[in-house]
Structures are given as structure tokens and as C-alpha cells.
């Protein structure tokens, strides 16, 4: 059963928020299917990901691409992170990165990198690059604010939408406001989750 759905104001975050905006994520994508994939242990996952997100998402708020659902105590209760996606080209993704990763946890955060960007497609659009509610926030309509915000941000700049979902229920949810699958999903390796690639066009 859903609880009372609650009120929030839905905005982008400030560069200045920085910290609360890191916790919030900290807690919203703890148990998230991909992240968990990525950082299998449990009691790894909070630090290893507090350092392969900080700096990625201090780049996010400077350039605006980080909305935030605020509840009536001015806590953070659910995050999206949106961007601007251009046309693609002939590029091969492979021969983009140059990075060499070192161990275990930063290949497979590569591999869901480069398999999210084999899956886009190549005309411009916005990118839904992730949504998470905190835990005690979910099921009071967070996260539909968050997408409802994120529709309303892409139609105003008369862009189609896209997104992974990750979960059976996200796949739900995302229907439920206009999306559809967009090809197969794509499974992870060892068990990992499957992605669906999810397309939402213009109005």
C-alpha cells in the first residue's frame, strides 16, 4: 500500500548544495540495482561510490543538471540528474576512452558507461541519466515529480527523452508517463540487472 502522498518543491540544485545533494544520492541509489552491481558489497558501496560520484557530480550541479524534490523540511528527498545529449556520429564509443581502469569495481562502471552510451540513440535528446527517491520518501510521489519535472523541462525545449530503467518497476512507472521500450532490454554480466532502454518523444 502506497503512503500519503507528500508535497515537494521540485527544482534544480545549487552548486552550493554540493554535500546535501552527495547524501541525498548516497542514500536514494544505495540499494539501486546498477550500483549494486557495480559495488557488490554492501558495506563498500556507500564509500566507493561517494568517490566515483563526487567529482562527476560537482561537474552536474555547475553546469545544471541536477534536479532535486525538496519536502517541507527542507530535506532532499529525491534526485534526477538530466543532460543534454547532440547528435551523434561516426565515432566508435571504444575509441573515446583512453582511461585504464585498475581494478574489479572501476571496469564494471566503465562497462555500464559504455553500454548506456551504445544504447542511446544518435539523434539529440534528453538524457534521464538516473532518479532515485530516498528510502523513506518512496511510494508518497517523489519520484513521479521528479519525471513530471524532468517531461515538462524536455518539452519546453522541444526535445524527445531517454533513460535506462533498471528495474521491472521502473519500467512500469516510466510507461505510465508517455515512455516506451525502445529494442530488447540489455542484460549485465554474472546476474546483473537488465536495462531497458526507454524512449519518450516530442508532444
Known sequence: MSETPVEA????????????????????????????????????????AREMF?????????????????????????????RHEAEKHDTPVEAQSTI?????????????????????????HILID???VRGRSRGRGIGTMLIEYCIELADHLAEPLFLMA??????RLYKRHGFQEQGDSIALPDDG????????GMP
Open 9 to 48: 518543491r521540485v527544482r534544480f540544485a545549487t552548486s552550493d548544495e554540493q554535500q546535501d545533494v552527495l547524501d541525498a544520492c548516497m542514500d536514494a541509489f544505495g540499494d539501486e540495482a546498477v550500483l549494486c552491481w557495480v559495488v557488490p558489497r554492501a558495506q563498500d558501496r556507500e564509500a566507493m
Open 54 to 82: 563526487s567529482a562527476r557530480l560537482m561537474a552536474a550541479l555547475k553546469a545544471r543538471q541536477v534536479i532535486v524534490a525538496v519536502v517541507a523540511d527542507h530535506k532532499i528527498a529525491g534526485v534526477a540528474i538530466v
Open 100 to 124: 585504464q581502469h585498475s581494478d574489479e569495481l572501476s571496469k564494471r562502471f566503465a562497462y555500464v558507461a559504455r553500454t548506456a552510451d551504445q544504447a542511446r540513440p544518435r539523434n539529440a
Open 130 to 132: 538516473s532518479i532515485a
Open 166 to 171: 533498471s528495474t521491472s518497476g521502473s519500467v
Open 193 to 200: 540487472p537488465h536495462l531497458q532502454p526507454m524512449w519518450r
